[in-house]
């Protein structure tokens, strides 16, 4: 499963670059891409374990930029 997911309050394009590196380790994990720019996060993984991952997500992202939301 593909999805894309809005960013709020990501300040930097080298937190982009960690938190992309960070998601990317994470089991079941196919393809991420953190834009700065675009303040927009594009992920794809298992789609049985979509939800699981996702908080797996959130946590890596809290570690590197504790301010960043996703809006999901």
């Known amino acids: 499963m593909k999805k894309a997911f809005k960013l709020e309050d990501l ?3 080298n937190c982009a670059a ?3 590196r ?6 079941g994990v196919q393809s991420v891409n953190v834009s700065f720019i675009a303040q927009k996060m594009t992920i794809e993984a298992d ?7 996702m908080d797996q997500v959130v ?6 930029e504790p301010d ?5």
């Open 11 to 13: 300040d930097c394009a």
């Open 18 to 20: 960690k938190m992309e």
């Open 22 to 27: 960070s998601i990317a380790k994470i089991d």
């Open 47 to 53: 789609d049985g374990r979509f939800e699981e991952i």
């Open 59 to 64: 946590k890596a992202c809290k570690k590197v």
């Open 68 to 72: 960043c939301k996703i809006l999901r």
